[in-house]
Nanobody, 118 residues
Framework: QVQLVESGGGLLQAGGSLRLSCAAS????????MGWFRQVLGKEREFVAV????????VYADSVKGRFTISRDNAKNTVYLQMNSLKPEDTAVYYC???????????WGQGTQVTVSS
């Protein structure tokens, strides 16, 4: 069992930066691929980024490529999402997720709100 808790969300102006954190419980964190997703009220959840268990490989949605960076620290059981050059369309609730393989996620956090004003 893995429990995930996101933090770091907030309200900021376009062009700013924010770093989200996702702290995981459990001793098997380092064996999971970790992903970030986002959802706007009334819309489907959208993939943002994923990182493999070792951190050796990452994948990004085209909409965030070059602006967002996903990373992880297995010693701290934490995955991060560094978000730069934020745009109003990045406004959403951001969720982290854990899965044994990319594309299949077994555990989800409760989400953290990011609001970008123009």
């Amino acid at each position: 069992q893995v429990q995930l808790v996101e933090s770091g969300g907030g309200l900021l102006q376009a062009g700013g930066s924010l770093r989200l954190s996702c702290a995981a419980s459990g001793r098997t964190f380092s064996t999971y691929a970790m992903g970030w997703f986002r959802q706007v009220l009334g819309k489907e959840r959208e993939f943002v980024a994923v990182i493999t268990w070792s951190g050796g490989s990452t994948v990004y949605a085209d909409s965030v490529k070059g602006r967002f960076t996903i990373s992880r620290d297995n010693a701290k059981n934490t995955v991060y999402l560094q978000m730069n050059s934020l745009k109003p369309e990045d406004t959403a609730v951001y969720y982290c997720a854990a899965g044994k393989r990319i594309g299949s996620y077994d555990y989800w956090g409760q989400g953290t709100q990011v609001t970008v004003s123009s």
